[in-house]
């Protein structure tokens, strides 16, 4: 069998075991604190070196060409501190396109988060499904082709619940930098497109559908 590309690249299974268990939501001590349990001693820092192995790696998710687009944002608590995520997901393929952690919301993080969605993937053909909380005004600015949908957006929604029942696991309020929580949020972004089943596709992963 040969070895899938997280495991070439952090080597062995415990380290593809670790770094699998932090993107469910565990932080890098609660995962160094499950190894110990099972009987294998590595220090926080050995854990959080894997972690960020496979984050250098271009463990990112291939371009795509998607129809339809939902788009939307949710309310994370950093430190106590609230912020947003926002995130946008291929409605056919499942894709999750990118996520991206903001301050504040309306508008201009809309259109930020908009132009590096047209930066990554090719959306000339791409409808973007929308509520309205400042994306029409963003798409307008960009040129891009949205509505208004609150029927078919509800894939998106999907995946912030799976998301919040990860947080929800363990932390009533995410701790540590904003950038330090962002990259927990990419590196489950990962997990979902490059290692989850999912059962829309037949228990295909979204990079599988991509790319077959």
């Excluded at 309306?106 to 990554?120: H, I, N, Q, V």
């Excluded at 000339?124 to 309205?132: K, T």
């Excluded at 927990?184 to 599988?208: C, K, M, S």
Aim: glycine letters at 6%.
């Amino acid at each position: 069998m040969q070895p899938t590309r997280t495991q070439s690249v952090l080597g062995t299974p415990v380290r593809v075991f670790a770094v699998q268990f932090h993107a469910t939501g565990c932080s890098l001590r609660e995962t160094k604190e499950i190894l110990r349990i099972l009987g294998v001693e590595r220090s926080h820092q050995a854990v959080w070196h894997w972690v960020h192995r496979l984050a250098d790696s271009g463990h990112n998710p291939p371009e795509a060409k998607p129809k339809r687009v939902a788009v939307d944002e949710t309310t994370v608590k950093i430190n106590g501190e609230w912020s947003w995520l926002y995130a946008a997901i291929d409605t056919e393929t499942k894709l999750l396109l990118d996520v991206e952690l903001f301050g504040r919301h309306g508008t201009d993080p809309a259109a930020a988060f908009l132009y590096r969605l047209s930066e990554k993937h090719d959306h000339s053909d791409a409808v973007f499904l929308v509520d309205g909380y400042g994306y029409q005004t963003a798409l307008s600015r960009l040129g891009l082709s949205g509505r208004l949908d609150y029927v078919n957006r509800n894939l998106i929604e999907k995946w912030f619940h799976t998301l919040t029942m990860r947080v929800d696991r363990f932390h009533n309020s995410l701790a540590g930098s904003h950038g330090n929580v962002r990259e927990w949020f990419i590196q489950f972004a990962r997990y979902y497109n490059f290692q989850r089943p999912h059962q829309a596709l037949d228990g295909r992963t979204p990079v599988e559908e991509v790319t077959n």
